[in-house]
């Protein structure tokens, strides 16, 4: 019976998670993200909103049969924007942690990579609190980065910026000594624009899960579960059929997963 039960009710949220997203599908649907976190969203040259974000909120979109449109919006406000309406979902490479989840819902991870420190090149530092204590260290504020500074890097003397892009130029002026962020967004600095050559990681890669959370999601209003079905089922489907992979490709020779 207890048996019977239980396939009866995984046959029922099945159904429900089925019709969560036929309910959800045909909907105009504005996705919310920065435009200024290469290789994830940022303008073109002729200022189009593209990026691996992008491109995954389009595929996702169409799977879900969405009509979407992007609204761009600085990372500081970028909660506050989806809780005032101003979008729908936000898809910008948002890592799901607790602390975000009091204020909005997230649908599973599309990726997961773990933040790491870069400095000059031959500068051999000690990435612990203690062998970085007095040294000046920049993160884009409001962000995993900068909350995991704050929370042990007290001795340090600690740089916030709006963007990534900003932090990025104090350390090549050397106004910093390190900057922390998400790896792949210091690997694409690094690997293809001038400035990042002056710089290399340094220290281990860092992915504790009460700072950084189980990777980066969808995040939606609380109490529109169809929305987040549909998105969640979205991602399961081009994660099947290679659409994902094709999108990676386009991007990264590795596996962002």
């Given at each position: ?69 992007f609204v761009a919006q600085d990372w500081d406000g970028i ?167 094709k999108i990676n490709d386009k991007y990264f020779p590795f596996?962002?997963?």
């Open positions: 019976m207890k048996k019977l039960f239980a396939i009866a009710a995984a046959a029922a949220i099945s159904i429900g998670l089925a019709t969560a997203g036929a309910d959800a599908a045909g909907k105009k649907v504005r996705i919310g993200t920065e435009g200024a976190y290469p290789p994830f969203n940022f303008y073109d040259s002729d200022k189009n909103l593209v990026g691996f974000d992008v491109d995954i909120a389009k595929a996702l979109c169409e799977r879900a049969g969405f009509e979407c449109t909660i506050p924007g989806l809780l005032a309406k101003k979008y729908d979902a936000i898809i910008a490479s948002m890592s799901i942690t607790e602390e975000r989840k009091k204020r909005v819902d997230f649908t599973g991870k599309y990726y997961n990579t773990p933040a790491r420190f870069i400095a000059s090149k031959g500068n051999k530092l000690d990435t612990s609190p203690a062998g970085m204590k007095g040294k000046n260290i920049g993160a884009q504020r409001s962000t995993t980065h900068s909350s995991y500074l704050e929370d042990n890097y007290g001795g340090s003397n600690l740089k916030f910026y709006a963007t990534q892009d900003e932090a990025n130029l104090d350390l090549v002026s050397g106004r910093l000594d390190a900057i922390l962020a998400d790896s792949i967004v210091l690997w694409e600095w690094m690997e293809k624009t001038d400035d990042g050559k002056c710089c290399e990681f340094v220290g281990a890669t860092i992915n504790d899960v009460k700072w950084f959370g189980e990777g980066a999601g969808i995040a939606i209003r609380k109490g529109e579960g169809d929305l987040k079905a549909a998105f969640d089922k979205a991602i399961k489907e081009i994660r099947a059929d290679g659409t994902y992979k596996d962002v997963y």
